[in-house]
């Protein structure tokens, strides 16, 4: 499922191709009406054709496509949905649901093969959007937030970085990236992690949302950029889809367990249990 890095790719990808271009025409695929969430594709038209793209911006997960009417078509492609730019005349995309008409010859074209994803136009993202919590490579995430977002908290840490509300953009993929790199194990209670753990979450975060965006994201399965391309980042990962390989730091093998109901990834020397706080000379 893609998260910020692969958003973000997609985000840098299109907006040179697709701000400043007018949509002509829009042609969904009869059957893809969940996509607005029941209502009629007519709305779609209804809506989009005529109107200019002034902006394409992100938060979180979500796609945030500003229309020169002031109102934002915000898209979120859950599990494996695709936007690519492509010229008119490039072969239809595998499981291609709509098609939005661009002028100056080409199209912005969403594929997406279990169709969990989601198109809205809103007067403005915030309808959608508000409820997310800081936005950790450019927004207002700081370690006070994640701190606090933390803090007397008994869900699994992993459970809490991948509450949207506590932490936006954040999915399966980086979480385990992020708590190897900060040497915490998954299943740790938010609220234990000591005041140094807390401070190496933080900037192993940002760390690996850093280095997904460098590669452009991480395509294990479906995951494409702005100009249908896989990205590199799942050639970087150290823990995550490498069950019973070796540690790139330890040697030891990478185990999987399930963590709030997520498969979960971590190397059992790297990522030691926390040690109850106690007494130096206690056993
Ligand atoms: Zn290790």
């Not at 098609?99 to 969403?110: A, P, Q, T």
């Not at 994640?146 to 399966?172: I, T, Y």
Request: proline share 6%.
């Amino acid at each position: 499922m893609p998260e910020l890095p692969e958003v973000e790719t997609i985000r840098r990808d299109l907006e040179p191709l697709v701000v400043g271009r007018r949509i002509v025409g829009v042609e969904v695929d009869a059957g893809t009406i969940e996509l607005l969430a029941g209502a009629p594709i007519e709305v779609l038209r209804e809506n989009l054709v005529g109107r200019q793209f002034t902006s394409m911006g992100r938060r979180g997960k979500y796609l945030l496509l500003g229309l020169d009417d002031g109102r934002t078509l915000v898209v979120h492609l859950r599990m494996t949905g695709r936007l690519v730019w492509r010229e008119r005349e490039a072969p239809p995309e595998p499981y291609e649901r709509a098609r939005l008409v661009l002028d100056g010859g080409s199209d912005l074209r969403w594929s997406d093969l279990r169709k969990f994803g989601t198109w809205r136009i809103v007067e403005s993202a915030d309808e959608i959007v508000r409820r997310l919590g800081p936005e950790p490579i450019d927004g207002d995430f700081s370690l006070a937030a994640l701190r606090a977002a933390l803090a007397g908290r008994s869900a699994p840490v992993k459970a809490v970085l991948l509450d949207q509300r506590r932490v936006a953009g954040l999915g399966n993929i980086y979480v385990d990236e992020a708590l190897f790199e900060a040497r915490v194990r998954p299943d740790t209670p938010a609220g234990a992690l000591s005041p140094a753990a807390v401070r190496r979450l933080f900037a192993s975060t940002r760390a690996v949302l850093e280095r997904g965006i460098e590669h452009r994201g991480a395509s294990f399965k479906d995951y494409v950029d702005g100009q249908g391309n896989p990205g590199q980042q799942h050639m970087y990962v150290q823990v995550f889809r490498r069950t019973g390989k070796p540690c790139y730091a330890c040697g030891a093998a990478i185990e999987r367990t399930v963590v709030g109901g997520r498969a979960t990834h971590f190397c059992p020397r790297c990522q030691p249990r926390a040690r109850r706080r106690r007494a130096p000379d206690a056993r």
